[in-house]
């Protein structure tokens, strides 16, 4: 299995709070991305990174931001979470542009 | 015209048969299609692949078939077993990881 940790893997907050998920990759991958997975919708790319410090915004960008200090780390944060917010959220990496994409097992955010 | 429809989103299929799964596209500009199968609590992993130079790709059990002037591709799995039971997603893809664009899943169950 890729390397990719994911944290936390579940968490439930309220309406109007701050939250930040974590990715975390060994195989030091150049491109990560942030997806999140609802029924009826397959995933949906919400952030992705090309590079440390650089980052593109995807499909479902509203309501997210991200950052990419580091090779290894890419975090979503989510600065005011909502009820349309609850989902489970992957975050993927690959080694190349067109590149098979590895998944993390996913974080699930109740927001109430 | 970025969208992949898939079908059916369920299905059941005895143990030993033939499970199919359709998807559907308009960008022409597609130029990657893969598959990928998810499991329960899992991240989705990379199941099989096809570029449109090719009408078929068979890896063991798993074959895509591809009709490019219909603007279709299909997931046949032969022989299914219980360990197959996963939800099932199609995608299409151009340019870059971050153009992946996903079907919305086939929830895939084998009766033992």
């Known amino acids: 299995d890729a390397g990719i940790t994911q944290s936390p893997r579940h968490k439930v907050t309220e309406t109007g709070t701050p939250v930040t998920l974590r990715c975390h990759q060994t195989?030091?991958?150049?491109?990560m991305y942030w997806y999140r997975q609802d029924p009826g919708h397959g995933l949906r790319l919400i952030h992705y990174?090309?590079?440390?410090?650089?980052?593109d915004k995807g499909e479902v960008s509203d309501g997210y931001s991200v950052s990419r200090s580091k090779t290894e780390d890419f975090l979503l944060t989510l600065e005011s979470a909502t009820s349309s917010q609850t989902s489970v959220y992957f975050c993927?990496?690959?080694?190349?542009?067109?590149?098979?994409?590895?998944f993390g097992e996913g974080s699930r955010l109740t927001v109430l | 015209q970025q969208q992949v429809k898939q079908s059916p989103q369920s299905l059941i299929v005895q143990k030993g048969g033939i499970s199919i799964i359709n998807c559907a596209y308009e960008?022409?500009?597609?130029?990657?299609f893969p598959w990928y199968q998810q499991f329960p609590g899992k991240g989705p992993a990379l199941l099989i692949a096809?570029?449109?130079?090719?009408s078929e790709k068979k890896e063991g059990r798993f074959t895509i078939s591809f009709n490019k002037s219909a603007k279709q591709f299909s997931l046949h799995i032969m022989d299914s077993q219980p360990g197959d039971s996963a939800t099932y997603f199609c995608?299409?893809?151009?340019?870059?990881?971050?153009?992946?664009?996903f079907g919305q899943g086939t929830r895939l169950t084998i009766n033992p």
């Open positions: 195989e030091n991958h150049r491109y």
């Open positions: 993927a990496i690959s080694d190349q542009r067109e590149g098979e994409l590895f």
């Open positions: 960008n022409t500009a597609f130029d990657y």
């Open positions: 990174s090309y590079g440390v410090k650089d980052t």
């Open positions: 995608a299409a893809n151009y340019g870059g990881a971050q153009k992946l664009v």
């Open positions: 096809i570029r449109p130079d090719v």
